[in-house]
């Protein structure tokens, strides 16, 4: 892979790439490439093919789980 250096990034906007770095559970270098990605439509994912995909996903459980159950687990889980 390339790799590219960035220089003289203003205080301001290294703080916010950072903060959504933290928040996304990414380090700064792959929220940058995301970022990237995202701004030119790289990896722009197809909210259909999303939705199709969570689907599949959910009908390979046998069992379903209520926000209920959701709750309980977590409340639980603190004990």
């Known amino acids: ?3 590219i250096t ?3 990034i203003p205080k301001g906007l290294h703080e916010v790439l950072r903060h959504n770095a933290d928040n996304h559970r990414r380090s700064l270098n792959n929220e940058i490439i995301f970022f990237l990605e995202e ?3 790289i990896k722009n994912r197809n909210t259909q093919n999303f939705l199709e995909e969570a689907k599949n996903m959910r009908n390979k459980f046998k069992f379903r789980i209520s926000e209920k159950d959701i709750t309980n687990f977590k409340a639980a ?3």
Do not use: E, F
């Open 6 to 8: 960035l220089k003289n």
């Open 77 to 79: 889980g603190r004990k």
């Open 39 to 41: 701004a030119l439509g």
């Open 1 to 3: 892979m390339s790799a």
